[in-house]
């Protein structure tokens, strides 16, 4: 897990992949401080990937030194090892390992690899490679290995694109509900298996308006808060056209791909309300109920208020707004919507976190680990892996950042 010797009977690679970068094509980028271990089959027969990421250079590299300072490697475990515990598809942390190494970044830093766990590594950024080189046997390999792998249920380059799209619109309607902002939506950072993958500078929501971006290179908002699903099913359509070759007579097969891609809007839709739905503990929701979602969402825009906090506190039978003339009219409306019988509470805690690994709670664990003291750490993994039914211990974690905690940009680990 150190990257000192290579597990017994294995040869590490690294992958390569091409990908749109804020929507800019770049023909070749591939793991350029990642090394693939190996697969593992878990108890249950489901393989896995093993994954080793800042374990040095690569053919992939691109002048850098493949290697990863603490920061990132403690984000990525902190956070995806979160979002496994809320129960969103998301690729896993297994270990965290000091290097003793140095690493330059803005400044001497220490170094670290993480061992990352995947239903694998393929991207959209995959096809797109082998398509570009107009490599039809790589891609028909690929597709093969894909729909083996994930989707042995579809037979046809088609249908595992309609797989892909109905994974992908959960997985992003899952974001959206707990206020998640991946921060760099790029097509090499978009899986098939549908799962979150490359923690760079991603972060959760405190006080909530729908264009919030967090990353430091998103510097017109591309993949702010409110434009994740538009730019995940721009994804998509890189993929479809990237599986154009092996769907037969181009202008059925563009027809075809084009049916399956615009169906990524009513998935997500229906995903949506029924994460956002269950989240205002609502019977049976459905369109009719998106104006009291998105009636919310606009008053605690207009508020300010901690998305997190606003909704747990209404699990909680609590009103989080006491002041706001707005809130009591929209409270008012949900009642009536919710029947005699009010909202499911116990629903809506099993929907609202209580605890999320708040932006200034990772950044201040990362800044102990630095002194060497990784207690902030432990403390933040055991209480975010409980983040529905925390104990009370973790209270303060539960808190909102002061002004001067606040965190208004992340960065990517390289």
């Not at 691109?62 to 979002?83: C, F, K, Q």
Request: one cysteine or more; a negative charge; aromatic letters at 8%.
């Amino acid at each position: 897990l150190a990257g000192n010797t290579p597990p017994k009977g294995h040869l590490p690679l690294a992958q390569a992949y091409a990908g749109h970068q804020f929507g800019g094509w770049v023909p070749q980028l591939g793991d350029g401080r990642a090394l693939l271990l190996g697969d593992l089959i878990a108890p249950d027969g489901k393989v896995y990937d093993l994954q080793l990421k800042g374990a040095g250079r690569t053919p992939f590299s691109r002048g850098g030194d493949g290697r990863a300072w603490l920061g990132p490697v403690l984000r990525e475990y902190i956070v995806s090892e979160a979002m496994h515990a809320l129960a969103i598809p998301t690729t896993r942390a297994l270990a965290a390992v000091a290097t003793g190494e140095t690493v330059r970044r803005e400044g001497a830093m220490p170094g670290a690899i993480l061992t990352r766990v995947a239903r694998s590594h393929l991207r959209v950024g995959t096809f797109q490679y082998f398509a570009a080189r107009q490599d039809i046997e790589g891609l028909e390999a690929l597709v093969k290995f894909a729909i083996e792998r994930h989707y042995p249920q579809a037979t046809t380059p088609l249908e595992l694109l309609a797989e892909v799209v109905r994974a992908q619109a959960n997985l992003v309607a899952a974001w959206m509900s707990v206020g998640f902002i991946h921060g760099v939506m790029n097509t090499d950072n978009c899986t098939i298996s549908g799962e979150t993958i490359d923690y760079g500078p991603c972060a959760f929501i405190d006080g909530y308006h729908p264009q919030t971006v967090f990353s430091s290179i998103d510097q017109y908002g591309r993949y702010a808060y409110d434009k994740q699903a538009n730019i995940a099913g721009w994804n998509l359509a890189q993929l479809a056209s990237s599986l154009l070759p092996l769907m037969g007579a181009r202008d059925a097969a563009i027809e075809e791909a084009t049916r399956v891609v615009n169906g990524f809007g009513a998935t997500y839709q229906a995903a949506y309300i029924a994460r956002f739905g269950s989240k205002l503990g609502l019977e049976n929701p459905s369109a009719d109920d998106l104006p009291h979602i998105s009636g919310l969402l606009a008053i605690m825009a207009d508020e300010e208020a901690d998305f997190t906090n606003t909704f747990r506190a209404l699990a909680e039978g609590e009103n989080p707004l006491p002041e706001s003339p707005a809130f009591a009219e929209w409270h008012a409306t949900w009642q009536k919507r919710s029947g005699l019988s009010g909202p499911d509470l116990a629903l809506m805690r099993r929907s609202n976190p209580a605890l999320i690994p708040r932006n200034h709670r990772v950044e201040a664990a990362i800044q102990a680990a630095l002194t060497g003291d990784l207690a902030p750490t432990a403390r933040l993994i055991t209480a975010l892996a409980e983040p529905y039914e925390p104990d009370e211990s973790s209270d303060d974690l539960r808190l909102p950042p002061r002004p001067e905690e606040a965190i208004a940009a992340t960065f990517c680990g390289t």
